[in-house]
């Protein structure tokens, strides 16, 4: 009989589904999903949208606590009594501090002698203080972590955490999906997508796919075409998302006088759209916070352009190396931001020369296959010398 193995989280995000069917499917552990069917994030589908997808799950509904002048944290009680009811061999828990459930959970495997894993980002940089120490605190309850990055491992162990409990597993998105998808756009697809939204030849289009916050910094985007058509060059804008910041955009598109190349497309989880627009782009921008939009961009074979304070975006942006798989801007800088999107642009799209990089970058890192390997051999680590009899 398998190992059982809980996974904690707060939903299951739509993004997670590919990762968690081939856990589930796993020959060697029984993994389940204990989390709820609604989204902790306004604009964001979960599992329940896309569909029958094949993942051991539980349902464990998601409480947000919110306290005057502190974050939202969150509350699955029935993540608490599933386990202390199913008693698993490991437990993997939402790896951050404001989950009331994983501090829980961490106190109650250790007196059941569970060993429990934390999923998350680790270290972004930059923590002190109070900050800090709520983190240390809560990293140290664990066996271990799984990290989304190599930078995070970095960090931890600068901090003293040892290097044995650091398991990079990266991060992906729904791979074997978008890769069949990818190989069947043909680029009379691609030329007619660019001519629904009256790209001329002469012209370049940038990608921008996510929910449309001021956390965004999405006016750098509307400044920095206004700046290139100051000088000239027309660059368009496809926006696939929605959010409150939409007629905030509109109105400065107006003001800049480039209404007719910014594009507001809805949001959308239909992957085959999604993979046609971003493989018809000449760039995917993230001003801010970049993470799996990274992924999402180069699996479609685009560059992404980030900015180059690695503290402020998710561990992801490991994947953009300079020149190879995308470009980086100085932080904060419109007038940069503008600079970089016309090097990537003009004379000819740099996604002329490095489509293959990313492709490349994806399939042999960042990919659930991957992902999926790397969980296994790190639970091996927690399991191997335990005993039948370890629970009280």
């Avoid at 980002?121 to 800090?132: C, D, F, I, S, V």
């Avoid at 709520?134 to 066996?143: G, M, N």
């Avoid at 782009?281 to 801010?288: A, G, N, T, Y």
């Avoid at 490991?318 to 940069?336: M, P, R, W």
């Amino acid at each position: 009989m398998n190992k059982k193995i809980y996974i904690q989280y707060n939903c299951i995000a739509h993004y997670r589904a590919r990762i968690f069917e081939l856990l589930t499917n796993n020959s060697e552990y029984d993994f389940t999903v204990v989390a709820d069917n609604e989204a902790d994030t306004p604009f964001m589908a979960t599992v329940n949208d896309l569909g029958d997808r094949k993942i051991r799950h539980i349902v464990a509904k998601t409480y947000q606590i919110k306290l005057p002048g502190l974050p939202i944290f969150y509350f699955q009680p029935n993540a608490i009594n599933m386990t202390l009811k199913d008693k698993p061999d490991l437990v993997i828990a939402l790896g951050s501090p404001y989950s009331i459930t994983a501090w829980l959970l961490l106190l109650i495997c250790k007196l059941l002698r569970i060993p429990v894993l934390l999923w998350g980002h680790g270290l972004l940089g930059g923590e002190t203080g109070l900050k800090w120490w709520v983190r240390k605190v809560f990293y140290k309850l664990a066996s271990g972590q799984l990290l989304y990055g190599n930078y995070a491992k970095k960090l931890l162990i600068d901090k003293g955490f040892p290097a044995s409990t650091l398991h990079v597993v990266y991060n992906s998105l729904d791979y074997d999906n978008q890769v069949s998808i990818y190989k069947n756009i043909t680029q009379q697809m691609k030329e007619e997508f660019r001519e629904s939204l009256e790209i001329n030849n002469n012209d370049r289009l940038i990608i921008f796919t996510g929910r449309l916050q001021p956390v965004k910094r999405l006016d750098m985007i509307i400044d920095a075409i206004g700046i290139l058509h100051g000088k000239g060059i027309t660059v368009h804008v496809a926006f696939i998302g929605e959010g409150q910041e939409r007629s905030k955009l509109a109105d400065l598109a107006k003001r800049n006088d480039i209404t007719d190349q910014v594009h507001f497309l809805g949001a959308s989880y239909d992957e085959n759209y999604l993979g046609l627009a971003l493989s018809s782009s000449d760039l995917c921008v993230i001003p801010s916070g970049a993470g799996l939009s990274i992924m999402h961009s180069m699996v479609f074979g685009t560059p992404v352009l980030i900015h180059d304070e690695y503290k402020f975006h998710f561990p992801e942006w490991e994947a953009v190396v300079d020149k190879k798989t995308g470009l980086y801007y100085k932080y904060g800088s419109i007038d940069d931001l503008a600079q970089k999107m016309e090097e990537a642009l003009y004379p000819q799209p740099l996604k002329q020369s490095i489509e293959q990089n990313c492709l490349k970058m994806i399939d042999r890192q960042y990919n659930p296959h991957i992902q999926e390997k790397i969980f296994v051999e790190s639970i091996s680590h927690y399991l191997k010398d335990q005993s039948p009899s370890r629970k009280i």
